[in-house]
């Protein structure tokens, strides 16, 4: 993975096109820190579908858990009860 400043990602993009086509990723930089990566079409395409899947929510992530736990046990119920008074 190379790094390049913004001035010389403007010099150079043919260049860095060619090796993010090749399956580099390329991070360029903006006053010495991070701003943007260029990556291959298949690579940014990955990246599109993962982020479009449908994630369980953590509950349901949970329920898989390959234990023998009750999730209707006392223990695992929410407690309602108001953590602490105040004066308002």
């Known amino acids: ?8 990602a403007k010099a150079g993009l043919s260049g860095l096109v060619d090796e993010a086509a090749a399956g ?3 991070t360029i930089t903006r006053h010495g820190k991070p701003a943007a990566v260029l990556v291959s079409l298949e690579a940014a395409e990955a990246a599109k579908r993962e982020l479009g899947k449908a994630r369980p929510s953590l509950v349901a992530h949970l329920k898989r858990f390959p234990l023998d736990v009750d999730l209707d046990d006392a ?14």
């Open 1 to 8: 993975m190379s790094r390049v400043g913004v001035k010389d």
């Open 24 to 26: 580099a990723f390329v």
């Open 75 to 88: 223990a695992f119920a929410r407690n309602r009860t108001a953590s602490r008074e105040i004066d308002l």
